[in-house]
């Protein structure tokens, strides 16, 4: 091994690339100038782009994450760069996604002293990260960056943030490269015993369901869904995350379950006697009330992280490891099910509650747009979403066909995510059409990384359904607060997003009835640029199916109550 | 239901901060912790007392074991472990109560290790049943101060935590 002298900035770029990684979002500051420094001197090497704000490197390094499946990596200066980076961290947390945020901090001797721009950083992110480091010796410098990136990528993957004072950048040591760890999937505890277990109680099943999230797109285990799926007949409702997991347009497939799942799913839930989940968490948005969700059911819980069996719903049998690994060695002791009354079933509740198709003419609807959307361009893009009515309407009307084609922020719920993930899904998508469907009130939040897509010239098209409110805490105001809109009218913000996002540099277009929306999708889809499409929409569209706080998931509404 | 959690930990600095954080962000009550070098110095041992049924332990437990610089963690059962605390107690002692006092804590097997004109301070090496009682009988005479070492646990036999 060739042992070279370098400085820890150098220590660092060389891990990183020892790692895979030729691409990371920052920003820069007092605390980073030798990373900065460093990063210059590879530049051939390491992409750096530069966000309009350090939340949006965060959210970035997330997209880059999700539709690639690599650790996605940001850098901030201490201090409130660091901070900056809290709520993107948070979210890849809450959604599993595998990332590494580097921050300065003050140099060893200053810490603990409320120097300028000192923060506790791995203090503030222990409770949202796998594990966190503060490197105070130059010598630990490289193994805690291999370790970081193992923890992120491997079991159930996270972020780690690695926090590094400005005198370690500096100081400098030997260094030999590595080649990196092979991120490990907890597998030791799937035995034949609980595979053959698991494999009687699907033969006996009558009425089974599979429900799947998150784990299944971390684990690849798409195709193995699929063949599980089809040898046992049954049908397969997502969670928020799971979109993309399974074909939306194969058969079986009955959309998202939960407080907006579809009908289908939800009544599917009340009535299976099995409900297999896999690579899923039964999160209060998918089960709303434990003691009204499939209670006629046994559940068996095949999922990597063992801390989520038994967690937030009792199941009587589980196994605990990698999904993949789980479906591929369970799928050839399966014998092929015969369920005509279950899939009967399905086919009788697909009729009754149909996904409807919205009108192509009259005023603009939300999901109108979001509708045109998936039949334009659902073959060729990544789509991404912001929080609120528009993400449910994407959740369930977009046709999404594969993993890591559909990213949302679904367990911290975060507004203004869609954007700064857009940018990291583009620049690690080159030449693929990336669409965020944003509400106006998550475009005004974190519409600066506008500048960021048009400065690299991304083809993002942020399509913003524009109610004018909050809609989703409306919504909430209108069906349980007697209708007291308190602080969700944006009517007073009179931001022109147009001009706006001109401004900015980006094109951008007004579009205000149905007739126009075709156009402007395929004339943003040929531009291939950063592209605004602002969708004038009414204030008052709900979002349906609505499960009520702290009801059953069978006792959904479809419309309001005159 | 009381439960005695043994976690065995990576020596690295904060590692305390990360067990006890992930106890309170969950909503676990502690009811006392020791922390100490185990026989490998690389290693501490961190005896927990928690309150919670089966299921809480057993998420706790799993919770636990997710942390990185976890090594391992089990829970000791009483009927196959041995625990003790150190209680430290200071009572109010007047001339005509030591002879008492001095009962008492013989009885208890409790060192006697300040005596001052007005008060008399004592050590106790028990489990907490042992540590509960000699606290009531102190009460009387009026306790001005006590200090507990917080359980430690250890199994019995040729039973031996992982490290
Ligand atoms: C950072 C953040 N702040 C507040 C909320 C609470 N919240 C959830 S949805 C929502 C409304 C979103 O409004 P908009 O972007 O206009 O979307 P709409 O619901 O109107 O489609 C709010 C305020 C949140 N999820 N995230
Ligand atoms: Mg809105």
């Given at each position: 091994m060739n042992k070279l002298q370098l400085n820890g900035a150098e220590i660092l770029i060389e891990c990183l690339l020892e790692q895979g990684v030729d691409t990371i979002f920052g920003f820069p500051g007092g605390r980073v100038i030798p990373i900065y420094d460093a990063l210059y001197k590879y530049k051939d090497k390491i992409n750096h782009y530069l966000t309009s704000h350090e939340q949006g490197a965060s959210h970035a390094a997330d997209g880059y994450a999700r539709s690639t499946g690599k650790v996605g990596v940001c850098l901030a200066t201490s201090g409130p760069g660091a901070t900056n980076l809290v709520t993107g961290i948070a979210t890849a947390y809450m959604d599993s996604s595998p990332m590494v945020a580097i921050t300065g901090n003050v140099p060893v001797p200053m810490l603990g002293k409320d120097s300028f721009q000192e923060v506790d950083i791995t203090g503030i992110t222990m409770p949202i990260t796998k594990h966190n480091f503060i490197v105070k010796d130059v010598n630990e410098l490289a193994e805690t960056v291999r370790q970081a990136f193992h923890i992120a990528r491997s079991d159930r993957p996270g972020p780690v943030l690695i926090d590094i004072p400005s005198d370690i950048q500096t100081a400098s040591c030997n260094f030999s490269a590595k080649t990196p760890l092979a991120a490990v999937r907890e597998s030791t505890r799937i035995t034949p015993q609980k595979l053959n277990e698991a494999a009687e109680l699907i033969h006996a099943a009558k009425r089974p369901l599979i429900y799947t999230g998150g784990g299944v797109i971390a684990s690849e285990a798409s195709a193995e869904l699929c063949e599980f799926a089809a040898i046992l007949g049954a049908p397969v409702c997502v969670s928020a995350m799971g979109i993309g997991g399974f074909p939306?347009?194969?058969?079986?497939?009955v959309g998202m379950i939960g407080m907006h799942g579809t009908a289908v799913a939800n009544t599917l839930a009340t009535e299976c006697d099995f409900l297999i989940a896999i690579g899923a968490r039964f999160s209060d948005r998918v089960v709303n009330n434990a003691n009204g969700f499939a209670s006629g059911a046994k559940v068996l819980h095949i999922d990597i992280d063992a801390a989520e069996i038994d967690k937030n719903i009792c199941t009587a049998y589980s196994i605990v490891g990698d999904v993949k690994k789980v479906l591929s060695l369970l799928n050839p002791?399966?014998?092929?099910?015969?369920?005509?009354?279950?899939?009967?079933r399905v086919s009788e509740l697909k009729a009754k509650y149909p996904n409807v198709q919205r009108e192509a003419s009259g005023a603009l609807e939300g999901q109108y747009v979001i509708q045109r959307l998936s039949a334009l361009a659902a073959d060729k893009a990544i789509f991404v979403t912001d929080v609120g009515q528009h993400q449910m309407w994407a959740c369930l009307n977009l046709q999404i066909e594969e993993p890591r084609k559909f990213i949302t922020s679904g367990g911290l719920g975060t507004m203004g995510f869609g954007l700064g993930a857009a940018v990291g899904a583009a620049v690690a998508n080159p030449g693929v059409p990336v669409i965020n469907i944003a509400g106006d009130g998550c475009f005004r939040m974190n519409s600066i990384e506008l500048a960021t897509a048009v400065e690299y010239d991304l083809p993002v098209i942020e399509v913003v359904i524009n109610n004018h409110v909050l809609g989703m805490v409306r919504q909430w105001q209108k069906l349980f607060f007697g209708k007291r809109y308190s602080a969700t009218s944006l009517h007073g913000k009179v931001t022109d997003f147009v001009k706006l996002s001109e401004a900015y540099g980006a094109?951008?277009?007004n579009v205000t009835t149905p007739e126009e929306v075709d156009d402007a999708i395929l004339k943003a889809l040929a531009l291939k640029k950063p592209c605004v499409i602002n969708c004038e929409i009414g204030q008052d569209e709900s979002v349906f199916p609505m499960v009520?706080?702290?009801?059953?998931?069978?006792q959904f509404i479809l419309k309001e109550a005159e | 239901m009381r439960h005695i959690l043994s976690i065995v930990v990576i020596n690295n600095a904060g590692v305390l901060g990360r067990v006890v954080g992930l106890f309170s962000r969950r909503g676990y009550n502690i009811d006392s912790l020791s922390v100490g070098t185990s026989e490998d110095q690389r290693y501490a041992r961190i005896t927990v007392s928690v309150q919670g049924d089966d299921q809480v332990v057993a998420q706790i437990q799993k919770q636990v074991a997710k942390l990185v610089d976890v090594q391992d963690v089990f829970e000791l059962k009483p009927e196959c472990a041995i625990f003790r605390e150190l209680c430290l107690v200071k009572v109010e002692a007047t001339a005509a109560?030591?002879?008492?006092?001095?009962?008492?804590?013989s009885v208890f097997r409790a060192n006697i290790i300040d005596v001052s004109t007005k008060t008399i301070t004592m050590e106790l090496n028990g489990d907490l049943d042992k540590t509960n009682a000699f606290i009531e009988l102190m009460k009387p005479y009026g306790i001005l101060e006590i200090v507990r070492t917080g359980l430690a646990a250890i199994a019995r036999g040729a039973e031996k935590a992982k490290i």
């Open positions: 939306s347009s194969n058969e079986m497939h002791l399966l014998k092929k099910q015969d369920c005509t009354e279950w899939k009967n094109v951008a277009f009520p706080l702290g009801k059953g998931v069978g | 109560a030591r002879p008492d006092i001095f009962n008492v804590a």
